[in-house]
Every structure is written in structure tokens, then in C-alpha cells.
């Protein structure tokens, strides 16, 4: 073995310690970001609600089948990974948000074997699997009900939420999904009310019983050992509740009792245990529907509390309606600078701990483009383009909802017969019973109602706009003749190629996702202007919300400015922007 001088090792020493020295912080800052890298931050997901999807059988309803023939167009999207909405039993009250069996799957989407090849053909593509897990409430035709409410002695009563009746009425509690908008529904065999903050069919799960806890773990690990990729946990924030009941809601929380209702004092220790008993012995990504303000949020997220991954909010989501009615869009439109100012403050809500999330539609929201963008045939394709640009250009892993790629838009229904939704019914029912202007809340429902999310993809120009051969569950949208897959494929300036550009920008320019987000021209009420800043990359996203030409202040030199993707034939890089123009520049 060679041997060392002391001088050469003492000279060694002093080398190795004064590099240490001037290693510089930003070198630190930089190993600390390599090492928070995941692919979950990275990724793009494509939700999908398999009723509207593809339906393979005719029957009308979308289903497992029908998504297995489109594996490869949701490959050619180049995103990363799928959310599919729930395909568990179900009867189908709150289109499947109301389950009956999570181990099984519902007859009207295929089979087990059905699933298991859908998840083989994603992962065959690279694509990760995201499922949705309903963990505040089953539906009542869920056999833990269908036992708990034929006697207080049954072992699963206490899976449930009860009051009693020999003790009065229950005390006051909102339902979203109830025609009254009450809370507590009577029965007679056990004589006790039990909780339900949606829908009757759809009792609480008694999250206080740990042997409900320990059953719900291990159906989440049955689907974990089948090799999904991850939860979308919905309404989770919602398991936890005040049991002292209180018939008056504390005084903070008057006014806003979805905050009440969804911090329960054990939220978070359930979510730990969760994590402890299932997600950290798997290699998942998770992110939970979370109510609140930034410190809630941030709680699930926080990686030294061994919860979640991310969360999503709805401050931005829910901007622009009128205050204390339900969905009606404000008529003067939205206030672009206030919803910058909402975008910026959640990026830096994350910066040191936790991760965000981006989205402008999902199965709960209207069609983006008609609600955040404009649908006349003048500026349908550009908006559409911009708000790709905008979901695809900030720093939080995003969820893209299906048929925003082809800028699909809000069907806009005239009479309640044509609504399924069952919010949107019971919504209607309270306005009536309270003598309200039905008319106007139809038109304002034309905006924001859900069922304008869920109409069947457009794929081509064949009867049912080839979502399938039967009457679809919801009409299809009468534009799917211009609208649709088929068109927009063959069209290098479609819609959907864009998406495809954007995509591929992201995952090419780490400077797209993990890049400083900071606001220019914040007060600037048509274009959202921001850059990215990572590695020395500085890139400027320039986004016109409106309809006319505009000018934008960033204070930039613009002159060098090379051109990463635009939305018109010819990009502006010179401060002014035309209706709904959108631009990436690198400086
Ligand atoms: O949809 C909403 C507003 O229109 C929300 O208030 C929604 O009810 C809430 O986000 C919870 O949503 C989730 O649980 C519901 C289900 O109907 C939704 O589809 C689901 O996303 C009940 O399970």
C-alpha cells in the first residue's frame, strides 16, 4: 500500500476543508433542491371521469373498456400520470362518489380483470395510475350501513355517525348534497339520526372507531399490492369532526362552516396513522381535496409531519361568484389582478415546505375554457391555448382535467330536466322552496354547474361524436363536429398539438418546474406576466386574459428574447399582446 507523507495529508486536509469553506451557499441550495426532486413534482396529470370517457358496450356510460382502446392517445399527451375518478360498486347517486364495495368494481365499468389490464396498459406506457379513495362517507347500500343500521348492537353501528333520539332533536349540521340542506337523517330501527354532510345515501364514516380505521387501511393496501401509483383522497378534510356537537359553531368559524366541518381535532392524526399504515410502505404520490386557508393546507403537506404529498385548494377555483349564493359567476366577470395575487401567494405558500398544485377544471367544475377563458368560435382556440400555457407554465404539479386539450366548452343546458347532477338538483330544490328566481339560477348555472364538465369526449365526427354507439349518460355537446380528437389530430395548430408542445416544453425545461415563479406587473387587470428563474435559466410567460390588445410592463429587456412557444402564427415580444395571446420567451 502506498504510503503518505504527514505534509501531503496535513496538505490534503487543508484542502478538503478550505473547498468545504468555499462551497457556496448557492451550491448548498442547489444539492437541497436536486435532493427534493420527485416525480410526482414533475408530472402532469390527466384526470379522467370514465363515465364520459369511452364507452366501449353501448349502454351509454363510459367504462374501463373504453379508456383500454384510448391507452395511446392518452400516451401521445405526453403527461406523466392518470387520476381516474371512482370506478368502484356503486349505485350511482353521486356518480360513484357514493360506494358501495371499494374492492370491487361497478358492472357498469368492466370488471376486476378489466382494471387490472387498464393499470398493466398504463403502466406498459410509462403512465402512473392515480385512484380516487372516498374516505369521509360510503354509500348507504355499503353492507358496514346496510348491518349498522338494523340495530345499535351491530358491530359495525359504531362506523358510523349517530344521535340518539331519546335525546332531541340533533344539534343543526349542513349538508351539501341535501334538498333541506340538513345534515342528519332519521331511522327507525335504531331510533337515531346519523350524519350525512352529503347526501342522505351517503352516511359519514366514524373515523373516532379504530377498527373502521384499520378496515379502511387495509382495502387502501388491497389496491396499493395491485400496483396503483397513488390516491386522490376526496373530501378528506372532512373525516375528522367535533363529536362534543356543538349546536352552535364556534364563534370563529359563523359563517364558514365548511372550515368547522373539515379540521376535525384528530384530522391529522388520522392522516399520520394512515400514512404509517399504508402510504409509506409504498411508493406513492397522494394528494387530498383540503379545505382552508394556507396554514391548513400546509399541514398536509409539510414533509417533517409524514402526511401527504400535495393538496389542492379552491381559493382560486371559486374566485368570481357572487357572495353567499351558490355558483352564480359574478356578471362583471372576474378580477384578473386579485386571482394573480391568489396564484402567486399559494406558489410561495410552498416554497420551503410542501408542494402545490395547479388546476381550472375538474368533474366538480364547468368546462375552463367557457369559465376562465372565452368559447365564441373567435377566441375558443387561443383561449384554450392560454390556459394550457398558464396550467402548464407554473411551478406545481398539474392536473389537467380531459377534453381541455381539445378545448372542449360548457354545454350550457336550458331546462333543470336535462342536469343529472345531483348538487345541482338539490341546489335547484332549495331555490324553489325558498320562492327564488329559478330563471336566473338556470342561466347562471349555464356557467357553473358540474354537469358541464362531465358531457362525453368528443373524438370524432361519428354518431355520439364516437363516444360510444348507445344514448350517452349526458348529451354530447353539439359542436363536437368542429370540436373533436380527429380533427385537431391531424391539425399541427390545433388545440390539442399545442397541449402537446406545451407538455413537451415542460418536461424538456426543468425551468418550467421547479423555476421561481415571480409576478410582474401585478396590477395590470388583462395579463398575467410572470418568470421563471432556475439554474440561471430566466424564462417570462406573457398571458392576455382579454379579449382586446393590451400592453404589459416587465420592466425586462425583451430584445434578446428567443421564443419558446406561442399561440398565434407570429409572437409578440414586444410588450403588446393581442386578445388571449400567449407567449413563452427565454431571456
Ligand atoms: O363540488 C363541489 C362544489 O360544486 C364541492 O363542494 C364538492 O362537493 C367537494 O369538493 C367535495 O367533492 C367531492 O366529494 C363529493 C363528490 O360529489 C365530488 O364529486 C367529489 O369531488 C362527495 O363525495
Redesign the pocket.
Known amino acids: 500500500m502506498k504510503k503518505f507523507s504527514l505534509s501531503s495529508i496535513v496538505f490534503f486536509l487543508l484542502l478538503a476543508l478550505s473547498s468545504c469553506k468555499l462551497m457556496p451557499r448557492e451550491k448548498e441550495e442547489a444539492k437541497k433542491d436536486e435532493a427534493k426532486k420527485t416525480w410526482w413534482k414533475e408530472a402532469t396529470v390527466y384526470q379522467i371521469y370514465p363515465r364520459s370517457f369511452k364507452d366501449s358496450d353501448g349502454d351509454g356510460v363510459g367504462d374501463l373498456k373504453g379508456i383500454i382502446s384510448k391507452l395511446d392517445y392518452v400516451k401521445s399527451l405526453g403527461i406523466d400520470a392518470v387520476w381516474l375518478n371512482p370506478v368502484y360498486a356503486s349505485p350511482n347517486k353521486?356518480n360513484g362518489?357514493d360506494i358501495s364495495d371499494y374492492e370491487n368494481i361497478h358492472p357498469q365499468f368492466g370488471n376486476m380483470a378489466d382494471f387490472d389490464t387498464l393499470l398493466k396498459g398504463f403502466h406498459d406506457r410509462g403512465i402512473k395510475v392515480m385512484m380516487d379513495m372516498?374516505l369521509n362517507?360510503c354509500s348507504d347500500e355499503h353492507k358496514w350501513f346496510r348491518e349498522a343500521k338494523q340495530s345499535r348492537n351491530s358491530p359495525y353501528y359504531n362506523y358510523f355517525h349517530w344521535w340518539p333520539a331519546e335525546k332531541g332533536e340533533p344539534p343543526y349540521r349542513f349538508s351539501?348534497f341535501d334538498e333541506k340542506g340538513y345534515g342528519w337523517e332519521f331511522n327507525k330501527a335504531t331510533n337515531s339520526y346519523y350524519l350525512h354532510y352529503?347526501g342522505d345515501f351517503?352516511p359519514d364514516l366514524n373515523w373516532e372507531n379504530p377498527q373502521l380505521r384499520q378496515d379502511i387501511y387495509k382495502m387502501m393496501r388491497f389496491w396499493c399490492d395491485k400496483g396503483v401509483d397513488g390516491f386522490r383522497m376526496?373530501?378528506l378534510a372532512f373525516i375528522s369532526k367535533d363529536t362534543t356537537w356543538p349546536a352552535e359553531l364556534p364563534a370563529e368559524y359563523k359563517g364558514s362552516w365548511p372550515m368547522y366541518y373539515a379540521s376535525g381535532p384528530h384530522l391529522h392524526e388520522y392522516i399520520q396513522e394512515m400514512n404509517k399504515e399504508v402510504l409509506s410502505r409504498y411508493n406513492l404520490a397522494t394528494v387530498a381535496?383540503a379545505f382552508g386557508d394556507i396554514p391548513r393546507v400546509k399541514k398536509f403537506v409539510d414533509e417533517d409531519r409524514k402526511e401527504l404529498n400535495m393538496a389542492y385548494h379552491f381559493e382560486a377555483i371559486d374566485f368570481g361568484y357572487l357572495p353567499g349564493e351558490y355558483?352564480m359567476q359574478d356578471p362583471k366577470g372576474y378580477d384578473l389582478a386579485q386571482w394573480k395575487q391568489i396564484f402567486t401567494k399559494w406558489d410561495s405558500a410552498f416554497l420551503d415546505k410542501g408542494w402545490g398544485t395547479i388546476y381550472l377544471a375538474n368533474?366538480?367544475q364547468p368546462r375552463m375554457l367557457t369559465r376562465w377563458g372565452n368559447d365564441t368560435p373567435e377566441f375558443r382556440d387561443y383561449s384554450s391555448k392560454l390556459l394550457t400555457t398558464f396550467i402548464l407554465g407554473m411551478r406545481a404539479t398539474a392536473f389537467y382535467y380531459f377534453g381541455d386539450e381539445i378545448g372542449m366548452n360548457n354545454i350550457k343546458f336550458d331546462r333543470v330536466e336535462q342536469y343529472n347532477d345531483v348538487?345541482l338538483l338539490t341546489n335547484y330544490e332549495q331555490v324553489k322552496a325558498r320562492g327564488g328566481d329559478l330563471k336566473r339560477f338556470l342561466e347562471g348555472m349555464k356557467i357553473s354547474s358540474?354537469d358541464n364538465g362531465r358531457t362525453p369526449m368528443q373524438w370524432d365526427t361519428t354518431v355520439n361524436a364516437g363516444f360510444g354507439a348507445g344514448k350517452p349518460w349526458l348529451p354530447v355537446n353539439g359542436n363536437y363536429t368542429t370540436v373533436n380528437v380527429a380533427a385537431q389530430d391531424k391539425d399541427p395548430n390545433s388545440v390539442l398539438n399545442y397541449f402537446r408542445a406545451m407538455q413537451k416544453l415542460r418536461k424538456e425545461n426543468e425551468v418550467l418546474i421547479y423555476g421561481k415563479v415571480t409576478l410582474l406587473d401585478k396590477d395590470n387587470p388583462a395579463v398575467f406576466a410572470y418568470t421563471r428563474e432556475w439554474k440561471g435559466k430566466k424564462w417570462l410567460v406573457l398571458l392576455n386574459f382579454k379579449d382586446k390588445v393590451t400592453t404589459v410592463k416587465t420592466g425586462l429587456d425583451l430584445s434578446k428574447a428567443s421564443v419558446k412557444i406561442h399561440n398565434y402564427p407570429t409572437a409578440s415580444v414586444d410588450g403588446t399582446l393581442k386578445p388571449y395571446e400567449a407567449v413563452i420567451v427565454e431571456l
Do not use: C, G
Request: aromatic fraction near 14%.
Open positions: 353521486d362518489y372516498v362517507h351539501i352529503f351517503q376526496d373530501a381535496e355558483k368533474h366538480d348538487e358540474r
